[in-house]
């Protein structure tokens, strides 16, 4: 027989409780225990692990997908479908701590790009959407170079170039902008 259990998460970010990821969890039941979970299975233990996870990665995983699609429910949907799609494949093999936060980022990354894809392009992007991507792990998160050629998978010269290339649109798209002056009389 088999049973869901809801868990539920809640994430504080700055400062703000955010009841962010709702996950069903699926608890396989022995026959002869109705409604109660076997403590010794793989099952439960995993789900714990999983559990685990989503609260060390999830205020991260959050905060890329608002700096990727902006405040408001995509990003929270992104965010809560970047764990749900992890669950499964979690139960099934279990990884390390840095092996899930790499997929974690990366399913996060997909389901940013999936939304983007579908919007309706309302003002002309500065920065391409690769560019995008690096300058929110780099300059939102904080991340390092190497963590961030582990999660887009490019090597370090490559995200060096990258980024040397970013700095000089933005900074000739800031050139181009017009400039405002107050004067006080």
């Not at 990727?68 to 970047?82: I, T, W």
Request: charged share 25%; hydrophobic share 40%; aromatic share 10%.
């Amino acid at each position: 027989m088999e049973s869901r259990r809801l868990l539920r998460i809640e994430i504080w970010v700055f400062g703000t409780p955010l009841s962010l990821i709702t996950l069903f969890y699926s608890f396989i039941f022995r026959k002869d225990r109705e409604n109660m979970p076997d403590p010794l299975s793989r099952t439960s233990a995993s789900t714990a692990g999983f559990a685990e996870y989503i609260e060390k990665y999830s205020g991260n995983i959050y905060t890329l997908s608002r700096l990727l699609l902006g405040q408001g429910a995509e990003a929270e949907e992104a965010a809560v479908k970047s764990f749900t799609e992890l669950y499964e494949p979690y139960l099934r093999t279990g990884c390390d701590a840095q092996s899930f936060s790499l997929q974690c980022y990366r399913e996060c990354i997909r389901h940013c790009s999936l939304i983007v894809q579908g919007r309706k392009s309302r003002i002309p992007a500065c920065l391409s959407w690769e560019d995008q991507l690096v300058h929110a792990l780099r300059y939102g998160l904080r991340l390092s170079l190497t963590d961030i050629g582990l999660i887009l998978r490019k090597s370090l010269p490559e995200l060096k170039a990258q980024i040397r290339q970013m700095r000089e649109q933005l900074a000739a798209h800031e050139a181009a902008m017009p400039t405002a002056s107050l004067s006080v009389g």
